[in-house]
């Protein structure tokens, strides 16, 4: 019997949104977060990785930079701590590379996680889809928003031209006249 996808969710979605990062322009997890999520030992889930090397091309798969290790050293505040693996620089895995890691990787846990890492993905890429096209209409909106403005703007010009020359009559029909007057 299949289970429902309720029963499939093993953790709940904050914790794994919690530890995707933008790394490079990407967005990745990495690897000390995945053993944890997978309750294995890091090293054995780079070890895996590395005895199928060829699986992960740049684009699945990259190791941190010294930078951006003393980059995320900085962010986090301490290199001491082992649980915080920042002795030795993390592999940051990508959506395509988390795929690639379930077939490397094959406990029940493992798969099941990254069934659900792989939804979550599916889910930030429709909310970004679906941002994009209301940024859109919010830009085009603008865009006539601005039109209008401009229109609205030289409206009032023209009141103001309007409201000076019929004050400029008003003024003219009420000055002091000089001369001659008859009745």
Not at 113 to 134: A, C, D, G, L
Not at 141 to 151: A, F, R, Y
């Amino acid at each position: 019997m299949k289970k429902n996808v309720d029963e499939q969710t093993i953790l709940p979605d904050d914790v794994i949104i919690s530890k995707i990062y933008l790394i490079r322009g990407k967005k990745v997890m990495l690897d000390r977060d995945l053993a944890d999520l997978y309750n294995v030992d890091t090293k054995q889930l780079k070890r895996a990785v590395r005895r199928n090397i060829e699986r992960f091309p740049d684009d699945f798969m990259f190791e941190l930079s010294k930078q951006e290790l003393a980059n995320w050293r900085y962010q986090i505040g301490t290199s001491n701590s082992e649980r915080m693996g920042l002795r030795i620089a993390p592999f940051a895995f990508t959506e395509y590379g988390l795929l690639m890691l379930a077939s490397v990787l094959n406990s029940e846990r493992a798969i099941q996680i990254n069934i659900q890492i792989v939804r979550i993905f599916s889910r930030m890429r429709t909310m970004i889809e679906s941002h994009k096209e209301i940024l859109n209409k919010l830009e085009q909106l603008e865009k006539k928003d601005l039109e209008l403005d401009e229109k609205v703007t030289l409206i009032f010009e023209y009141l103001k031209e309007l409201e000076q020359t019929k004050k400029e009559e008003t003024e003219f029909k009420q000055r002091k006249r000089i001369g001659f007057k008859t009745n």
